[in-house]
């Protein structure tokens, strides 16, 4: 269950923020609920994070005030029947908005996964003015290289170093990286998928290579694709039905049931730990290469030493 280790906390929250739960909201989205909605393939649940998406979390109960407030903000925005009553509007949304950048950036610090499940879902930012949109988090996504670096303090100035901090250079750039989950333990990797959202040049980074795509941008992607090949099975995505639409680094694959997209952010996991050079790339369905470190069948040679002394 992905949200008990928040409900602890919830407490904490004042009661407003509590009260604040959005119309469809609960804890869970039960498979049988994504059903009804008719907005997914009849069988994704959201067991985890990797198929959380933003336009998902964007229904789950919201306990950070300000981001609350802020969710609340665009639903009436949205919702607001005529030109006038949204531009009546827009001015609370720019300080909102405004108030919520500088309130995650210092949350991509202090917990990134928390981040990235409040990002703005896609069509809710596509019906926000520029004023608004320009303030919200950039969304990235692309292969890129992910660094560990560490400092040695002298003798007595421990506090005043941070001794291990992250790098992302992505496309040119370079972000100050916040990971959780399995990359806490991860040492630097060159040319890997990697996506999430930034605050300036500061990034809060998936542990998932893989990002389920929200409903507008998976129609999107797909429209711009000429055949879609499931990278796992090689059968077409919609041989069953359950089609997922995905981005790995930067690409996009369709994949043909849920399971099969837990299998290939597994096998991009795994092979960000193999060998340089078999980073999971993934540009052909049998290209996506499991890791020859963790997988498969090994040969060992043992010699036996028998000393004659
Ligand atoms: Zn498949």
New binding site residues.
Partial sequence: MVYSKREKNASRAPASVIGRVPPRGGLSLSPSEGERDGERGPSITVSNHLFLTPDLAWRQPIREETFARFHDWAEQYVKAASDADRAALERAGVELAAQRRSELSALIRTDPERALELAVPLSIREALPRTVTGLLETRISDRGDLAVLAALPEPGKESEVVPTWRTASIGGTEYKAFVYGRRLGEPTRNNIPLNGIAVDKLLAVNENPVRVLEPEEASAAKARLPKTL?P??G?SSTVNNQEVVVDAGGQTLC???PS?VEKLNKRLVAAESGPPGSSGSVSAADQVAASTWTEGVKNLILIRVDFSD
């Fill in positions: 499931c796992i099975s059968l994949l043909c049931c099969h």
